[in-house]
């Protein structure tokens, strides 16, 4: 499944992922933002890995921000600008 978000006044998210047994597998996250330090990519996936695919966007934004540590610095994106495209992603999903 693929989802993807522009970010008003930033960039482009992107987000691919599989849904297994209800859940969110093999995330990935792309798109023309900026993360320091280049480790917060994986720490991003990971904290999507594994959650419901019914989770809102609220919940999705608290898991990426939970996962988060405070040195990480995040430019033209937001953990809500994830979420709104991985909900996204599962929308467009249930419709194909």
Do not use: C, W
Request: hydrophobic share 45%; charged share 15%; aromatic share 4%.
């Amino acid at each position: 499944m693929h989802g993807e978000y522009k970010m008003p006044g930033g960039k482009l998210v992107v987000i691919d992922l599989e849904i297994h047994a209800g859940h969110l597998q093999q995330v990935q996250l792309s798109g023309d933002f900026f993360l320091e330090p280049d480790s917060a990519l994986h720490t991003i996936n990971a904290a999507l890995e594994g959650q419901p695919a019914t989770a809102n966007e609220a919940t999705l934004a608290n898991a990426i921000q939970a996962s988060l540590t405070a040195d990480v610095l995040m430019y033209g994106i937001s953990p809500e600008a994830i979420a709104v495209a991985v909900r996204r992603a599962l929308h467009d999903g249930a419709d194909a």
